[in-house]
């Protein structure tokens, strides 16, 4: 018994004509006669009562109709359900920084989805370790984040880049123009620090409780924009990533003396499934960085 022959079974009894069924299916006359045919020898039972002018089901017919359209009916549920599924599998989540965002994602997405044009991706501005977090809880398939040199526990990591914090003033800054600034000095500076959730920010706090720093924080905010709007006006200093000085914006970037390294990575859950999907961006973004 095929699929196929209780499509055309079906198609007939609904239509009551098979020249019907052959119009509405594509299919010629004869292979859906040939097809009913096969299927009440397999039977053992006739399934329709050919008069000259009527073609409908017999007794044994009509019971074999409703139990046929059942079964067409789950298989095509079937058939949309996993359909649905499957869309979604297009679509990988993804968890951003907002200063990876601002430097690194934009080329990368833009990238990625001219070449793999069939997946979508659902991006999510979250702190490093909030991202981190998210991925360990199922949130977030994939997160592109800043993290030590060891990869966090029950996390797989590809590195991407290795970078720095900077410090960050004005121009018209008395630091400015220093190879090096220490964090003695930096601690009395008027400071905007990113909030909480940042593994630079959390690196941060740890050096300055390491040498019994209080630094003089203005405000928190996660806001580049604003952030570079009060560097520039000489209002206060900020921690920042090289990358997301423009050229022209007449910000100074200077390296703590002790230096501020940290990795950019695209992490995943290790004791998980990973779509199809997400293995090619995983193994996109390291072709890319390689």
Known sequence: MKLSQLRYFS???????????????HISQPAITAAIQALENELGVLLLSRGRR?????????LFWKRCDGILADVDGLAADFQELSRQHNTISVGIPPMVGFFLFPQIFAEFTHSHPEIHMKLTEAGSETAKEMVKNGELELAIIALGDAPP?????????????????????HLAGRRTV????????????????????????????????????????????????FLRQNLAG????????????????????????????????????????ARQFIRFMKSRFE
């Not at 609904?14 to 069924?21: D, P």
């Open 11 to 25: 198609a007939v009894c609904h239509l009551g004509s098979i020249t019907q069924a052959a119009e509405q299916l």
């Open 54 to 62: 009527t073609l409908v089901p017999t007794p044994d017919g009509e």
């Open 153 to 173: 526990a029950s996390l797989e990591a590809q590195p991407l880049i290795r970078t720095q914090m900077m410090f960050c003033v004005s121009q018209e800054n």
């Open 182 to 229: 220490e964090l003695p000095e930096i601690a009395r500076e008027p400071l905007i620090l990113f909030t909480s959730g940042h593994y630079h920010q959390e690196m941060l706090q740890s050096r300055f409780r390491s040498l019994g720093l209080t630094p003089n924080v203005l405000f928190h905010s996660n806001q580049l924009l604003t952030i570079k709007s």
């Open 238 to 277: 900020a921690f920042l990533l090289p990358q997301v000085i423009e050229p022209g914006e007449a910000i100074a970037a200077m390296p703590v003396r002790e230096p501020l390294a940290l990795n950019i990575a695209v992490v995943w859950r290790r004791d998980v499934f990973i779509t199809r999907e």
